[in-house]
T-cell receptor, first 115, second 115 residues
């Protein structure tokens, strides 16, 4: 069965600092990879995704993520965070499980950006 | 706007008293999911419907049931809620195939309290 690990549970940054959130997954086959974001009081929404092609994926609001197959990683990055990026970030993997596509989420990373 | 709607947003029930949570979607997506999310944990998939086909996760307790009377609606029934069932319940939808298949669109969630 696939699993997703997010090693940073809580990250605190000052505005303009650079961000990198780690995500590692375990699954031997083909995967689709996602980052979802949940802003305070709002529902989960898609930030970016990787299905195939260029392993460097650009998403909304200046976020990007790089798929490194050899490391089973899909880390999220942003060069300069803003206060409005304060949210919880979930990495997710979609893979074939028992004959159907199943999405597995990581435990999430809470990002707090200090003005 | 097309969206995933969950009602109610907050639900309080008594220990052992059956409760039903509702989800509707205007996206006309084939697949609908129910997740349970406890504090500081990953959303945990309970089950999903692919059109009318019901797919239960192996570790979902029998206490949890679901109904999908039509494409737009899906219900989560908890037959005898225990204190451990207090959580946020998330509904999500996705297309079955084609561009952006597997990207999930989430509702705002229903927070269930069990007294």
């Amino acid at each position: 069965a696939q699993s997703v690990s997010q090693h940073n549970h809580h990250v605190i940054l000052s505005e303009a600092a650079s961000l990198e959130l780690g995500c590692n997954y375990s699954y031997g086959g083909t995967v689709n990879l996602f980052w979802y974001v949940q802003y305070p009081g709002q529902h989960l929404q898609l930030l970016l995704k990787y299905f195939s092609g260029d392993p460097l994926v650009k998403g909304i609001k200046g976020f990007e993520a790089e798929f490194i197959k050899s490391k089973f990683s899909f880390n999220l990055r942003k060069p300069s965070v803003q206060w409005s990026d304060t949210a919880e970030y979930f990495c997710a993997v979609n893979a074939n499980s028992g004959g159907y596509q199943k999405v597995t989420f990581g435990t999430g990373t809470k990002l707090q950006v200090i003005p | 706007d097309a969206m995933v709607i969950q009602n109610p947003r907050y639900q309080v029930t008594q220990f052992g008293k059956p409760v039903t949570l509702s989800c509707s979607q205007t996206l006309n997506h084939n697949v609908m999911y129910w997740y349970q999310q406890k504090s500081s944990q990953a959303p945990k998939l309970l089950f999903h419907y692919y059109d009318k086909d019901f797919n239960n996760e192996a570790d979902t307790p029998d206490n949890f049931q679901s109904r999908r009377p039509n494409t737009s609606f899906c219900f989560l029934d908890i037959r005898s809620p225990g204190l451990g069932d207090a959580a946020m319940y998330l509904c999500a939808t996705s297309r079955a195939a084609g561009p952006s298949a597997d990207t999930q669109y989430f509702g705002p969630g229903t927070r269930l309290t069990v007294l």
